[in-house]
């Protein structure tokens, strides 16, 4: 989802992530260079290095001001109580109607980007490690709540829904058709009822 750019106490770091956002989008992250971007905001390089390591932290600030954490908004939203169940049901619906967006755009730039550049991958895995535990807390409080069943892992519940949501990312990209909403929430309604299931053992083969 995206969201307006935040107006800092920084009106130069402000133009310079706008200035990044934009070249990044029209020349991708390695045919973006320093110079154009600084000279896009209007100012010299010497203006990012003082407020930024390099080009991959301009990437990840320009995704962050662009990008909102939906997860942490509907958590916020006393409606949802904390209902994991509800706030899944309700970002599972948001997948076929939020845009590909200038968010989307750098988030998937930035993908691709780390599979060339270590600095970009580290910055992204810190990026996804911190809202996974955003997540990861509502799966816990949906257990302790019995929402959500004990036996489940809650990692690999919070994988699956990061899953879902960058395969959506990769569809946007291509301008995939996405489901019809009507099939797609009885889908996303059927899965969170299961993740209150009692979680079947494992097969014993007959015989053994």
């Known amino acids: 989802m995206t969201d307006a750019a935040p107006v800092s106490d920084d009106p130069t770091r402000d133009r310079l992530i706008e200035a990044a956002a934009a070249v990044f989008a029209e020349k991708g992250y390695d045919g973006a260079g320093v110079q154009e971007?600084?000279?896009?905001?209007?100012?010299?390089?010497g203006a990012i290095y003082g407020r930024f390591r390099g080009k991959?932290?301009?990437?990840l600030a320009a995704i962050e001001a662009h990008t909102t954490n939906e997860l942490e908004q509907l958590f916020a939203d006393h409606r949802f109580e904390g209902r994991v169940t509800d706030i899944l049901t309700t970002v599972g619906s948001h997948l076929l109607t939020d845009p590909?967006?200038?968010g989307q755009a750098l988030l998937l730039e930035a993908f691709v980007a780390a599979r060339r550049d270590a600095e970009v991958a580290e910055l992204m895995r810190a990026l996804v490690h911190q809202r996974a535990a955003n997540l990861a807390a509502l799966?816990?409080?949906?257990?302790a709540s019995g929402l959500v069943v004990e036996e489940l892992d809650t990692e690999s519940v919070v994988r699956f829904c990061h899953a879902v949501g960058f395969g959506f990312l990769l569809f946007g990209a291509i301008d995939l058709q996405p489901p019809q909403s009507g099939p797609w929430e009885q889908l996303i309604a059927q899965m969170v009822r299961a993740l209150g299931q009692p979680v079947p053992g494992p097969q014993v083969p007959p015989g053994t």
């Open 56 to 59: 991959a932290e301009l990437l």
């Open 139 to 143: 799966v816990e409080d949906a257990k």
């Open 100 to 102: 590909f967006d200038d």
């Open 37 to 45: 971007i600084a000279r896009r905001a209007g100012f010299t390089t």
